[in-house]
Structures are given as structure tokens and as C-alpha cells.
């Protein structure tokens, strides 16, 4: 497998292995949009579904393969490179379609095709009834490759394809149902945003490639940067760092496709599509990608503080906001996008801080209790025929057993009860916050308690108490089948255990998740002191407010102590209405983007109508009054005095007349004879 | 060596494919035909860019002219024959003789 | 010299098929003979421009004007003409004035022809072949990166253009316009 040419270098190491990862479930997406639906037709749903869980299967079982071998190369030399074509050679430009293999891509994709495959298991189940099953899956494998290229891609543009291609995929899937046109403009919605921050990214490649290109040698090769970015030390671009500038594009990217503020709106509406999809493309895997690319470039990031100062700040602004939101919403679904949004922000405050392995690491261990969220969500939404609101819900733990147990444990996790995978990789974030700013760490630490206490109010809503359901919904209640449970409880046990990858050492543990991750993203130091009684305190710290939002959740939606109703009248109710409204953000792009918009082109119709058609009628206008003028004149003075020149003037205005004549041929003519005076006049010397 | 050909050879190809070109226009009364024309002058402009380039001083700037020449030629015969076929849809006929809507 | 005979001969060889399809497109009373002759004439062109060492802008004359506009071409006198008149598709008017007005134009060009300063190279200096491609690309790439950037603008506003000019027409209440 390993080229033992390569080996001898320096510590690269190359395998045609690689490039299966992302190629199978590309050849699996291909088979299905080309056969998918003969294949369905012949062997149903069966079919289609077994052509893609199949390739997403076989190419999780490589990524463990390539996973092993890279264990088994030394500490600093774990980096495997696959080149398969070379692709742009332009100037100094130039770029192979390669892929590359180390620590942050080996994580990566782990969770990917690991809890890509079981989503794929649970559609199955999901889409049990769903005629187009073929394209269903075909996207779901399509998005896998995209996601791949992204983690895998050995420089920028390669990471922009898939960049993109998940983009892609996430327009056609969120709109699956495309007979209902709320989905597809939700599906554009979450493209169009998407695409601003795009175009971010897009600046920020162009602006490095640019500037490294005049300091010296320029590269878009990710394993080429690190020792060139050096040459940028120093270097103003209109009076700012000129790294500063780029990351700061970088980030705007970063903040589309992984739905920061001010980007962030396209998440919540995005849930309109398939809740696999949700759980795969937003929860677990695309979502990220703003993480992962932060995460991959972090020695550049890491020149340039200022940039990472408001990666900080907007991400613990995201995440304090985007839990407040949740507590209001009432479409179980809708309460996991903003959910997300918030721990997102977790990932990005510890980016943010320069914490590169703690962001990751939460990366890993939201994928798994939050894809087990989704899921379990959609083992509900499934049971309850497509019904989301959770007012209409209730009691479905005696239904729903499995999936209530998975979710439990899924919830517990994200809520940071200790033990837990959310706990760990929680307080790390938490932690590293702190050591950099208390007041970051204030935000989380106060995000930490409200999500406790809005995943614990969605499962009172959900599980306990009487169900709301009507009468029909009731009697078919029924457990999901086991293609739809036992992902579910795979993922409910990664999220119990996943944290144990990464026990810190204040808990005796050796933190083997960042140690893994060192070569790749480095290590950056902090100033601060460390106190182990600080870090207890502030575990200890974190865990309280975590059950005091447990508690109160329990308080207020078993027990009924206060009532729900009572609560969101506070404050007159306005909380509670911001909340449920999210902030108003929607309706403020709407008044200012879209207003803009509407406003401008208004102005330019406006313009069109008034100034341009005025000139042309004015001018109208004036030769009609000319004419009358004239006319007047022939009539009273001219024509009784001197006949032949009225007839002349009649001869002259005739003759004028036929100018205009609408044809063609004449104004040619015309122009023809001039441009030949001219040439006749030029060359007569 | 004097080179056999010059810049003025060329320049009288250009010059005579952009009179028929002309002629082609004066005389057609089919809006088709007129667009034809109007190619066959947009190409002798382009045979004199070359020439230029090839023989005259300023290099590669003559045919950078001529792509932009051809990329523009391109969109006039999309938008031109578009509106050709949206007259002939109106009014039964592409025959500029009868389009006179513009009458002054 | 062998050399500057053959390639006389094929500059008179491609002027004549530039000249002869010109010809044909004027002439022809065949709207479709017509569209076939300016093919002629566009392959001649290109057949020039790969003399005057523009291999590049060859390869898109060819591309473009014959693989596009002609094909385009085509499909308008197609959509536009029941197959039984198209033999008298393509009347000429003023068939005299064209000529004169045609004719009085090349005799201006022919006189500025002679008369006109050129700007050549001076006297002795070596013409040097540079490659085209390249140097294009880079041109497009560095000075003239703006109009390239416009001209991609022109294309997406004419292919929006030409969808909603040549698509069926919605019946709309017709404004009528009074100005």
C-alpha cells in the first residue's frame, strides 16, 4: 500500500488507497442517478438503498484501513498523499487533483463515512414510503463525495470543489420534496446565503494566492503553505495585515456554511428537508466544514490575532443567542437547527481562542449525539406521520421506548452531564475560553445551562406527560423498525463513550484526541496560569448550571411548578416573543437586503420612466412645438407673402420627413455615404 | 529576407470581405441575411486585428481585440436572431422592408 | 526561395475562399446556400488567421463562429421559413445603389490603405513568433482583466436575453403605450 520511493522522503508517505475514499460513493451516486430508476423499478427500494449504504460501507471500511496504516507511521511523518491528476498549471499557479491523508483528515472522515453509513442504515427506514428513494440516495452519496473531496482535498481550490459540491447537495436535498414550494425556497434560501459566504471564501483564497505570489512563491498546497505563509509577516494591505484580511474572508465563509452570525439564518429553514438529511448534512458533517477549514489552515489563522479575536466574540454572540432561540421554538426540529447553531459556536469559540483540538473534538462528539438527535427526531416525526410540533406530542416514551432511551442519552450528552462525550469536550472549550477571556467563557458557560435546560424541555414535551396527539396518530404509535433503532443506539453508546478519547489530564486522563491532532494543527501556547482548582471549579461550575436547567426544565414541564405560560409573560412577553422569533434576524434582512433590492431596482425603473422616456418625449415634444411654431409662421406671415418659399419649406419638410423612415436600408445608406466622405476626406491630401 | 506577404494583402482581404459584407446588408430585405452580413464585417475586422498583430507593433493586443470581436459577435447573432424569431412569431415575416413600426 | 511561394499560394488559395464564400453569401438567392457560403467564408478566415500565426484565435473562430453563429444561423432560417418559399427567401432591394455605395466604400478603403501611416516594426527587425495561448491567456488574465470580466457579464445578460426573448410568449394584458 505504502510506496516504499515515497516512504524514503520526507515523511510523505502515498497510496492509490486514498482516492477510493471519496470515488466510491461517487460511483454509487453515478449508478443510482443513471440506473436508479430502472434498479428501483426491478428490485425496489431494496436496490437503490443497498447501491448506497454499499459504497458509503466500503468506503468507511478504507477510511479504517488508511486510519490504522496512519497510526502506524511515526508521530511527525503521518501524512499520506495521493495524487491522481494534475489539473491546473497556469503562471505560478499550480495544482494537482490530490488528496491527502493525516490526523485532521483521518478524524474527519471517520465521522463522516462512520455516521454517514448509519444514516444512510436509518433512510432506509426513513423513507420507507418515498417513490423517488432513488434520488434520495443518490444525493446522499453525491454529498458523501463532496463532503470527502472537502476533508480530503490536499489544497484550497480541491477543498472549494467540495466546498461547493456539499453546497450543491444540500440545495438538492433540502428541497427533496420539491412539490412543495416552501421546501424549495427554503433549499434556496440555505444556497443564496451560503453563497455570500462563498464569495468570502472565494476573496480569501484569491487574496492569499495574491499576496504570496508577491512575496515570493505562491501556492494553493496545503502542505506546501506552512512554510511560505512566513513570507506575509509584516506585509499591509491598505493599512491592515494583510493576513488579517485574508482569514478574515476566510471566517465570512466559515460563517455561511456553518451558519454563524450573521450567516446563520438558512439553518433553521434548512430543516425543511428529510430529517437524515438534517442529521447528515446539518448537524454532523457540512455544517462543520467552516470548523474543519479553520481547523486545516490554523497555522495561518494563528498569525493573525485580530482575526481570531472576532472569530471569538461572533461565536460566543452565536452561541449565547442561537440557545435563547431555542427555547421558544416549538418544531422539535427547528429547536435541533438552533441547537446546532449553538454548539457551532462552541466549536468556533474554541477556534476562536486558538484551542484548534478542543474544536475539533466537539466536532467529533456533537456529530454523535447530535446525528443521534436527528435521528431519534425522526423517529418521532415518522411515528407522529409528519407532525413536528411538540405541543402536539407527549408521553411517547411508553410508544417509543428505543428511541426514547437513545435520545435520553443523546440529550445528556449534549446537555455536559459529566461522563458523557458533551462534558468532555464541553469543558475543554470552556476551559481554553477562560484562559483566554473570562467573559467568553461567561457566555458559554451561561449558553452551557440554557441548552441544558431547552434539550431537557423538548424531551419533557416530547416523552413525558400525556401524548396530545389526536386519536388517529395515537393508535398507530408504533417503535420505528430496526434499520431506524440500531443506528440509533449505535450513536446513542458513541455518545456516552466518544468522550473518552479526549479525558483531560485534569481528570487523570492523557488527552490522546489533541496529542493525535498535534501535528497537524499545532499547539498554541497560553499565557495563563494554570490552576488545577480552577479547572475543577470551573467543571464543577459548568455541571451545576447544566442541572440547573435540568431541574428547571423539570420543574416547569413535568411537575408543572410554574407553568410555561406564566413564564413566557415575563417582561410584558417580549422575551418570549424575540425569542420565538429569532431575533427578528429574518425580518431585518428582509427590511434592509430585500427592501434594497426591491428599492433599487424601483429607482432604476423610476428613472427609466421619468428621465430617460422625458428626454425622449421632451424631445418630442419640443420639435412639435418647433412645428407649430413654424407653422403658425407659414400661415400667418410667410404664406401670404411669398408662396414659393412655403413650398420649398413644404419640399424641404417632405423630403426630411422620409429620413425618418423607419426603414433600415435608408439609415445604412446614409451612414455608408458619410463614413466613405470621411475616408474620401482623409486620404485627399 | 523580405517576406513575400504584408500587412497591406491582408488588409485588402479585410477590406474587400468587409464591402461585400456591407453590400450584403444594403441589399438584403431578409433580417437573417442582414445578420449574415453584419458577421461577414465583424470577420474583416477581425482579418485587419490579426494582421495587425502579426505585422504591425503591439503583439498579442490584436487578438485579444479579435476575441472579444468574436465573443461579442456571438451574443449579437444569439440576441439578434431571438428577435428575429420573436418578429417572425409577431408578424409572419423576417422581411426588414415591412418593419416600419418605427415610421417617423 | 520555396518557402515565400507556398506561402503566397496559400494566402491566395485562402483569400479566394474567404472572397469566393463572401461572394457566395451576397449572391446566392437561397437563403440556406447563403448560410452555408458565409461557412466557407469563416473556414477561409480561420485559414488566415492560422497564417498570421494566431493558431489560437483560429481555434475559436472555428468554435465559435462556425460550431455557434452558423449553427445558430441555421436554426433561425429553419424556425422562420415553411420549406416551400425558401427559394424566394432571400430577394434583394436596390440592388445598384448597394453596389455603388458598396464600391464607393472599398475605393475610401483602398485609399487609406495606401495613404495610412502604418505602424510597423522598423526596417531589419526580426519578426519573432511568440506563443499565442500563452500570451493571450495572460493578457486576458492581467491588462485586459476588466473587459473579460464585462464581457462574461455581456454573455449571462445575453443568454438571459435570448431565453426570454425567444421563449412563448405569456399572454399578458398589452400596455398600450401612448407616449
Known amino acids: 500500500m505504502v510506496d516504499p520511493h515515497h516512504a524514503a522522503e520526507v515523511a510523505v508517505h502515498s497510496s492509490q488507497l486514498l482516492r477510493w475514499i471519496p470515488f466510491i460513493p461517487l460511483l454509487g451516486a453515478a449508478v443510482n442517478f443513471l440506473l436508479g430508476t430502472r434498479i428501483q423499478s426491478r428490485a425496489g427500494r431494496g436496490g437503490v438503498a443497498a447501491v448506497a449504504i454499499g459504497s458509503s460501507l466500503a468506503s468507511f471500511v478504507l477510511v479504517v484501513i488508511s486510519f490504522f496504516s496512519l497510526l502506524a507511521f511515526d508521530e511527525h511523518s503521518r501524512l499520506v498523499i495521493d495524487t491522481v491528476a494534475p489539473w491546473i498549471h497556469i503562471g505560478s499557479l499550480n495544482v494537482d487533483i490530490g488528496f491527502q491523508f493525516d490526523p485532521l483528515s483521518a478524524v474527519m472522515t471517520l465521522v463522516i463515512t462512520g455516521i454517514g453509513s448509519l444514516i444512510h442504515i436509518y433512510s432506509y427506514g426513513y423513507m420507507d414510503d418515498e417513490p423517488a428513494a432513488w434520488r434520495f440516495f443518490a444525493l446522499l452519496n453525491l454529498f458523501m463525495f463532496a463532503m470527502l473531496t472537502l476533508v480530503l482535498g490536499d489544497s484550497l481550490l480541491l477543498m472549494f470543489v467540495g466546498w461547493e459540491g456539499v453546497g450543491l447537495c444540500s440545495w438538492a436535498l433540502i428541497g427533496f420534496w420539491h412539490q412543495d414550494h416552501v421546501n424549495t425556497t427554503a433549499g434556496n434560501k440555505a444556497f443564496i446565503v451560503n453563497r455570500i459566504g462563498d464569495f468570502g471564501f472565494v476573496l480569501g483564497v484569491f487574496l492569499l494566492f495574491w499576496s504570496l505570489d508577491s512575496a515570493g512563491q505562491a501556492t494553493v498546497v496545503f502542505r506546501e503553505l506552512p512554510a511560505l505563509v512566513g513570507g506575509l509577516d509584516g506585509m499591509l494591505l491598505w493599512g491592515v495585515p494583510v493576513v488579517t484580511l485574508i482569514t478574515l474572508f476566510l471566517f465570512v465563509g466559515a460563517t455561511g456554511k456553518s451558519a454563524q452570525i450573521p450567516l446563520f439564518v438558512w439553518l433553521p429553514d434548512a430543516m425543511a428537508g428529510p430529517t437524515p438529511v438534517s442529521a447528515l448534512i446539518h448537524a454532523a458533517t457540512m455544517v462543520t466544514a467552516g470548523v474543519y477549514m479553520i481547523g486545516r489552515l490554523s497555522f495561518l489563522f494563528a498569525m493573525a490575532p485580530a482575526t481570531l479575536e472576532v472569530v471569538a466574540i461572533i461565536a460566543a454572540a452565536t452561541a449565547f443567542f442561537a440557545a435563547t432561540i431555542g427555547i421558544a421554538q416549538n418544531d422539535i426540529k427547528k429547536v435541533l437547527a438552533y441547537s446546532t447553531v449553538s454548539q457551532l459556536g462552541y466549536m468556533f469559540i474554541a477556534m476562536g481562542v486558538g484551542a484548534w483540538a478542543a474544536g475539533i473534538f466537539h466536532l467529533v462528539t456533537h456529530a454523535f449525539f447530535k446525528a443521534c438527535l436527528f435521528l431519534g427526531s425522526g423517529s418521532v416525526i415518522h411515528a407522529m406521520h409528519h407532525e413536528q410540533d411538540m405541543r402536539r406530542m407527549g408521553g411517547l416514551r411508553h410508544y417509543m421506548p428505543r428511541t426514547f432511551w437513545t435520545f435520553l442519552i443523546a440529550t445528556v450528552a449534549i446537555a455536559g452531564v459529566p461522563g458523557t462525550a458533551g462534558f468532555f469536550s464541553k469543558d475543554e472549550i470552556l476551559w481554553n475560553a477562560y484562559l483566554h477571556s473570562p467573559a467568553l467563557w461567561f457566555m458559554g458557560f451561561l449558553s452551557a445551562g440554557i441548552t441544558a435546560f431547552y434539550m431537557f424541555r423538548l424531551v419533557f414535551m416530547t416523552f413525558y406527560g400525556e401524548c396530545r396527539a389526536d386519536e388517529h396518530t395515537r393508535e398507530h404509535l408504533h417503535e420505528s423498525s430496526g434499520w431506524m433503532t440500531w443506528p440509533l443506539v449505535i450513536l446513542a453508546v458513541g455518545s456516552l463513550f466518544a468522550g473518552f478519547l479526549g479525558v483531560p489530564a485534569a481528570l487523570g486522563g492523557s488527552n490522546a484526541f489533541a496529542h493525535f491532532l498535534e501535528p497537524v494543527v499545532g499547539h498554541m501556547e497560553h499565557s495563563g496560569h494554570h490552576s488545577l482548582a480552577l479547572e475543577y471549579g470551573l467543571m464543577a461550575a459548568s455541571v451545576g448550571i447544566a442541572g440547573l436547567g435540568i431541574l428547571l426544565a423539570w420543574l416547569i414541564y413535568v411537575k408543572k411548578v410554574f407553568s410555561a405560560e406564566s413564564l413566557a409573560r415575563i417582561g410584558g412577553g417580549w422575551p418570549h416573543r424575540v425569542f420565538l422569533n429569532k431575533y427578528y434576524v429574518d425580518e431585518l434582512y428582509g427590511a434592509t437586503v430585500l427592501r434594497g433590492t426591491m428599492g433599487l431596482s424601483t429607482l432604476f425603473a423610476w428613472f427609466d420612466r421619468t428621465v430617460v422616456d422625458g428626454v425622449v418625449n421632451g424631445s418630442a415634444y419640443v420639435t412639435r412645438i418647433g412645428a407649430t411654431l413654424s407653422g403658425v409662421f407659414d400661415f400667418r406671415v410667410v404664406d401670404g407673402l411669398v408662396n414659393l418659399t412655403a413650398d420649398a419649406i413644404h419640399a424641404f419638410g417632405g423630403v426630411v420627413r422620409r429620413v425618418q423612415t423607419g426603414s433600415l436600408n435608408t439609415y445604412l445608406y446614409v451612414i455608408v455615404v458619410v463614413v466613405a466622405a470621411v475616408l474620401f476626406a482623409g486620404t485627399w491630401k | 529576407m523580405p517576406e513575400a506577404l504584408g500587412l497591406q494583402h491582408f488588409l485588402l482581404v479585410g477590406a474587400a470581405l468587409f464591402c461585400m459584407g456591407l453590400y450584403c446588408v444594403l441589399t438584403r430585405r431578409n433580417a437573417i441575411g442582414i445578420l449574415m452580413g453584419v458577421e461577414l464585417v465583424l470577420n474583416a475586422a477581425n482579418v485587419n486585428y490579426i494582421a495587425f498583430s502579426r505585422y504591425g507593433v503591439g503583439g498579442v493586443d490584436g487578438q485579444v481585440f479579435s476575441i472579444f470581436v468574436i465573443m461579442l459577435a456571438a451574443a449579437e447573432a444569439a440576441i439578434g436572431l431571438a428577435i428575429v424569431l420573436g418578429i417572425y412569431r409577431r408578424s409572419g415575416s423576417i422581411d426588414v422592408s415591412q418593419m416600419t413600426s418605427l415610421r417617423g | ?179
Open chain 3, 1 to 179: 526561395m520555396q518557402g515565400p511561394d507556398l506561402s503566397v499560394a496559400a494566402f491566395l488559395l485562402l483569400s479566394a475562399l474567404t472572397l469566393g464564400g463572401g461572394g457566395g453569401v451576397i449572391f446566392s438567392g437561397n437563403i440556406v446556400y447563403s448560410a452555408l457560403s458565409l461557412m466557407v467564408s469563416f473556414l477561409g478566415v480561420a485559414g488566415l488567421y492560422v497564417m498570421l500565426e494566431a493558431d489560437f484565435v483560429a481555434g475559436v473562430q472555428v468554435l465559435v463562429y462556425v460550431g455557434g453563429v452558423l449553427v445558430l444561423t441555421l436554426f433561425a432560417v429553419m424556425l422562420t421559413h415553411r420549406i416551400e418559399d425558401i427559394k424566394v427567401s432571400n430577394r434583394d432591394v436596390g440592388k445598384l445603389p448597394g453596389l455603388a455605395a458598396a464600391l464607393a466604400m472599398f475605393a475610401g478603403l483602398i485609399a487609406a490603405l495606401e495613404v495610412a501611416p502604418w505602424k510597423l516594426p522598423a526596417e531589419g527587425v526580426a519578426h519573432e513568433a511568440f506563443a499565442s495561448t500563452q500570451s493571450i491567456g495572460n493578457a486576458l488574465l492581467g491588462r485586459y482583466v476588466l473587459p473579460f470580466e464585462v464581457a462574461s457579464i455581456v454573455l449571462l445578460s445575453v443568454l438571459v436575453g435570448a431565453v426570454v426573448l425567444s421563449r412563448k410568449e405569456v399572454a399578458e394584458p398589452r400596455v398600450s403605450d401612448d407616449a
